[in-house]
T-cell receptor, first 112, second 113 residues
């Protein structure tokens, strides 16, 4: 079983729609959680960190459920510019230190 | 320039040759990471390093060697390149705190023929 699993999509949604992505992780020792965005095979960039209490940044809301070991990302009022691949990232503390593990990514296409 | 840089950006090499991909960061971040990205697999961790002279294997370390003699550099060597190592390679760095953001280089597109 992969340490971090995501539905690869693609999710094709009309502009203005609300879309949600989920991600599950297998290691209960995971310390911290993030969503990254990646455009057209460019380098990934941090979208937002994910906290247990949930956090919001404009149109984006992230939630963490430690009991069920899943993370979610909600995008409201989708824009064409939101089209990208969204990567779920889990930081696991190992004997070697912090190990950042990525999911395979979920592709989002926002259409007119 | 401040940041994290990878070189070369593009590389074509022959099967069996040794290739070294360079990664340099100017922030003095403790952690550095090497990933490869292939269609259908996402980003897979090859090696990571918590500090100079400390490295550890990730998910797909076979066929790769790393070193970290200085905090700012984390080269990745393919000892004897194979076609299955054709991929896009990303280097990243982050500070030591567990909630910190990782910053990525622009990637190296490696083709093994």
């Amino acid at each position: 079983r992969k340490e971090v699993e995501q539905d690869p999509g693609p999710f094709n949604v009309p502009e203005g729609a609300t879309v949600a992505f989920n991600c599950t992780y297998s290691n209960s020792a995971s310390q911290s959680f993030f969503w990254y965005r990646q455009d057209c095979r460019k380098e990934p960039k941090l979208l937002m960190s994910v906290y247990s209490s949930g956090n919001e940044d404009g149109r984006f809301t992230a939630q963490l459920n430690r009991a069920s070991q899943y993370i979610s990302l909600l995008i409201r009022d989708s824009k064409l510019s939101d089209s990208a691949t969204y990567l779920c990232v889990v930081n696991i503390l190992t004997g070697g230190g912090n190990k950042l593990t990525f999911g395979t990514g979920t592709q989002l296409k926002v259409e007119l | 320039d401040a940041g994290i840089t990878q070189s070369p950006r593009y590389k074509i090499t022959e099967t069996g040759r040794q290739v070294t991909l360079m990664c340099h960061q100017t922030w003095s971040h403790s952690y550095m990471f090497w990933y490869r990205q292939d269609l259908g697999h996402g980003l897979r961790l090859i090696y990571y390093s918590a500090a100079a002279d400390i490295t550890d294997k990730g998910e797909v370390p076979d066929g790769y060697v790393v070193s970290r003699s200085k905090t700012e550099n984390f080269p990745l060597t393919l000892e004897s390149a194979t076609r299955s190592q054709t991929s896009v390679y990303f280097c990243a760095s982050s500070e030591i705190q567990v909630y910190t953001e990782a910053f990525f280089g622009q990637g190296t597109r490696l083709t093994v023929v």
